[in-house]
């Protein structure tokens, strides 16, 4: 019997986004907004997020008026996204609606849970909008010679999550962990928001090194796991989070994570070194005795022996 794997519109959506979203990365914005417009026909219209990042790939070119029509579908579609209230918001600014803008940004606030970021970011629009009004009002002040009065907003949402990903990564480097963390966690939220989920799983990967570096290794599990999920096949989170189940006994489960390190590169050293142990600890462990092994994860605490952080992003 043969079987045939159909690959779906939506499969096919996923693979433009995800390249439109490297293509963002980039700054090949207009590549970027090729691939969104690809995943936008295949997906039939009906995700936001694909709205939302065209937007803001037309807001990093200053194509406003394409900008707003955007991120206006963007919240038809999901009238809870923030991002997309935010995208319209500076198209609206951008293009001398001050007064459409305001009203926008009444609607934006009255989502719930909005976070402290979020308010942020809004109280900047807020003062854009007054900086529009307040030059409308004194023309003679701004030497514009137009009806509306554009001007550049200061918010800008575009690449804060790259930019928190790459400080994150030279604190790590600087041996500061906890502060790496910080980083690392801004670059989540912010990269989730544009619905980046590769970036998102390996900026998780760097935070685990962090952890793994405080030995904090539950936290190590739990950002291995969740960068696992989106890219199955990344040998550093596998053998990080082998080494975090070691150090808290879960033998077993780092022995698998390891034997499946190898399976992709079977080069790696150190995880041929953890599988040989593990084996041992798990059969020592099932036979009631236990094995005290000097290269055990605490052991190896420090730049020398762990898999480094991710630089570039696939």
């Known amino acids: 019997m043969v079987v045939i794997q159909v690959y779906s519109d939506n499969e096919a959506a996923e693979d433009a986004k995800t390249a439109g979203n490297k293509a963002f ?7 970027a907004i090729q691939e969104y417009t690809s ?3 295949l997906n039939c219209g009906t995700m936001h997020i694909f709205y939302s990042n065209r937007a803001a790939c037309h807001i990093h070119i200053k194509n406003w008026q394409l900008a707003y029509e955007d991120a206006s579908a963007c919240i038809v579609l ?6 997309g209230h935010q995208r319209k918001i500076k198209a609206q600014i951008e293009l001398g609606m001050d007064i459409d803008a305001r009203e926008s940004l009444l609607v934006a606030r009255q989502i719930e849970n909005l976070n402290a970021r979020a308010l942020m970011e ?4 807020d003062a854009d909008i007054s900086a529009v009004e307040e030059a409308r009002r004194n023309p003679e ?16 949402a575009g690449e804060m999550g790259f930019d928190m990903k790459r400080l994150g990564n030279e604190a790590f480097k600087g041996g500061l962990f906890d502060q790496a963390i910080e980083y690392y966690t801004e670059a989540v939220d912010r ?6 989920e590769d970036e998102v799983a390996i900026v998780r990967n760097n935070r685990a090194a962090c952890f793994q570096q405080l030995g904090n290794h539950a936290k190590v599990i739990e950002d291995c796991s969740c960068t696992l999920e989106v890219l199955p096949g990344n040998v550093k989170a596998l053998i990080r989070r082998g080494l975090a189940q070691e150090a808290l006994e879960q033998y077993q489960g780092g022995f698998e994570d390891m034997s499946e390190a190898l399976k992709l590169d079977p080069s790696q050293t150190m995880a041929i070194k953890a599988r040989n142990r593990l084996q041992k600890l798990a059969k ?5 005795y236990i094995i005290v092994s000097p290269d055990s994860p605490t052991a190896m605490i420090g730049f020398g022996g762990l898999p480094d952080i991710d630089e570039i992003t696939i």
């Open 25 to 31: 990365q980039r700054q090949d914005y207009g590549l």
């Open 39 to 41: 995943a936008i026909d």
């Open 78 to 83: 999901e009238p809870n996204f923030v991002k």
């Open 122 to 125: 809004m109280d900047q629009l």
């Open 141 to 156: 002040q701004h030497d514009h010679g137009e009806d509306h009065v554009p001007m550049e907003c200061s918010w800008d």
């Open 191 to 196: 990269l989730e928001a544009e619905g980046m």
């Open 284 to 288: 020592a462990l099932q036979d009631e």
